[in-house]
């Protein structure tokens, strides 16, 4: 069975879906959009247009949907879309909280269609590249790792700014990195998280947060993002007790392993004088002492998702994305805004 894909919502997801997706051997078949410029842009592409989900859903060349309306609709068009029979992929977030996602799943389990949720930035290079280090103990035993996302652009834009249709970046960017840092290590359990979200320049969404997980491995993970830090940070870092890796850029493998050149048995025997002040333990090291070496070469191809999903309609592979996944990152969302109203870390798992 081949994927006959209709595209509900055919903003700029929906077209960006419709783009790629036959790259992945998908036939983009139809697509929905209550605006009808948009439906004529679908049809200018040789897409048969409708100007409803309703009227999508009816066309019996669709076997598999895409949602990507806004957050908050994806709970009420799955649910239409597994009752008309059609295998349902949405967009992240799948939905607004647990409760809504096993809504979505009993739907489908009922229908006797195949749900998930297109989680694309698990083909993400940057990303790959620190699993990579941790899955191969390239730095050793990892004891931190920081993943950040910052802009400079500032302002939330267009229904993203809306509580009310689930907007704000946590639902937009937070869902991503929280479930990169769960499929990095997925057999880690979140033993607590600490969240400080804030409204810089929005008074109705967040634009900004930091979260910070402890996990039971003994890894301490932070999250930050911000769309208005004018000075970026590093997309990554990881430290471990073998070398310490960077990765400066979303999406790309822009950065360097450092490791000990001489490994110190014990502190200079004398303080050094530096410019902070006397200091032995934060004195700078002797040439050599830092050597650098490059990044592993990592292969990604995010049509992988499409062709998983395809395999698994026709029962030749397990699903990537996985909706007990989905839900256990929207319970570590729900445990960061806890956090961020009381003040407290959570425990958690």
């Given at each position: 069975?081949?994927?006959?894909?209709?595209?509900?919502?055919?903003?700029?997801?929906?077209?960006?879906?419709?783009?790629?997706?036959?790259?992945?051997?998908?036939?983009?078949?139809?697509?929905?959009?209550?605006?009808?410029?948009?439906?004529?842009?679908a049809e200018d592409q040789g897409?048969?247009?409708?100007?409803?989900?309703?009227?999508?859903?009816?066309?019996?060349?669709?076997?598999?949907?895409?949602?990507?309306?806004?957050?908050?609709?994806?709970?009420?068009?799955?649910?239409?879309?597994?009752?008309?029979?059609k295998h349902v992929i949405s967009?992240?977030?799948?939905?607004?909280?647990?409760?809504?996602?096993?809504?979505?799943?009993?739907?489908?389990?009922?229908?006797?269609?195949?749900?998930?949720?297109?989680?694309?930035?698990?083909?993400?290079?940057?990303?790959?590249?620190?699993?990579?280090?941790?899955?191969?103990?390239?730095?050793?035993?990892?004891?931190?790792?920081?993943?950040?996302?910052?802009?400079?652009?500032?302002?939330?834009?267009?229904?993203?700014?809306?509580?009310?249709?689930?907007?704000?970046?946590?639902?937009?960017?937070?869902?991503?990195?929280?479930?990169?840092?769960?499929?990095?290590?997925?057999?880690?359990?979140?033993?607590?998280?600490?969240?400080?979200?804030?409204?810089?320049?929005?008074?109705?969404?967040?634009?900004?947060?930091?979260?910070?997980?402890?996990?039971?491995?003994?890894?301490?993970?932070?999250?930050?993002?911000?769309?208005?830090?004018?000075?970026?940070?590093?997309?990554?870092?990881?430290?471990?007790?073998?070398?310490?890796?960077?990765?400066?850029?979303?999406?790309?493998?822009?950065?360097?392993?450092?490791?000990?050149?001489?490994?110190?048995?014990?502190?200079?025997?004398?303080?050094?004088?530096?410019?902070?002040?006397?200091?032995?333990?934060?004195?700078?090291?002797?040439?050599?002492?830092?050597?650098?070496?490059?990044?592993?070469?990592?292969?990604?191809?995010?049509?992988?998702?499409?062709?998983?999903?395809?395999?698994?309609?026709?029962?030749?592979?397990?699903?990537?994305?996985?909706?007990?996944e989905v839900k256990r990152v929207?319970?570590?969302?729900?445990?960061?805004?806890?956090?961020?109203?009381?003040?407290?870390?959570?425990?958690?798992?």
């Amino acid at each position: 069975m081949d994927i006959r894909l209709g595209i509900i919502g055919f903003g700029g997801m929906g077209k960006y879906h419709a783009s790629i997706a036959p790259e992945g051997g998908v036939k983009v078949v139809a697509a929905a959009d209550i605006l009808p410029e948009r439906v004529k842009e679908a049809e200018d592409q040789g897409i048969t247009g409708y100007h409803s989900a309703e009227e999508l859903l009816a066309d019996e060349s669709v076997n598999t949907v895409i949602l990507t309306v806004p957050n908050y609709l994806h709970k009420e068009i799955g649910i239409k879309a597994a009752k008309a029979g059609k295998h349902v992929i949405s967009e992240k977030p799948c939905a607004l909280n647990v409760a809504e996602v096993e809504e979505m799943e009993a739907a489908c389990k009922e229908a006797g269609v195949h749900f998930t949720v297109h989680q694309n930035r698990r083909w993400d290079k940057d990303m790959l590249t620190v699993k990579y280090a941790f899955d191969n103990k390239l730095l050793g035993n990892i004891f931190t790792i920081e993943s950040t996302l910052h802009s400079g652009n500032g302002y939330v834009h267009e229904w993203h700014l809306y509580k009310k249709f689930g907007g704000g970046m946590m639902y937009d960017w937070g869902v991503h990195l929280i479930d990169q840092i769960l499929f990095m290590m997925p057999d880690a359990k979140v033993k607590s998280v600490y969240a400080d979200i804030k409204n810089i320049l929005h008074e109705e969404v967040d634009d900004y947060f930091k979260i910070i997980m402890k996990m039971d491995n003994g890894i301490t993970c932070q999250i930050e993002l911000g769309t208005y830090i004018l000075k970026y940070q590093p997309r990554w870092l990881a430290a471990g007790d073998k070398g310490t890796m960077v990765v400066q850029s979303l999406g790309r493998q822009d950065g360097r392993i450092y490791r000990t050149g001489k490994v110190l048995e014990k502190l200079p025997p004398q303080i050094a004088e530096t410019e902070a002040g006397p200091t032995r333990q934060f004195a700078p090291l002797p040439p050599g002492g830092i050597v650098e070496e490059e990044l592993p070469a990592i292969q990604t191809d995010v049509l992988d998702f499409y062709r998983n999903f395809r395999d698994v309609l026709n029962g030749e592979a397990e699903q990537l994305v996985k909706i007990s996944e989905v839900k256990r990152v929207l319970s570590v969302m729900a445990a960061a805004w806890k956090s961020a109203e009381t003040g407290e870390a959570i425990s958690f798992e």
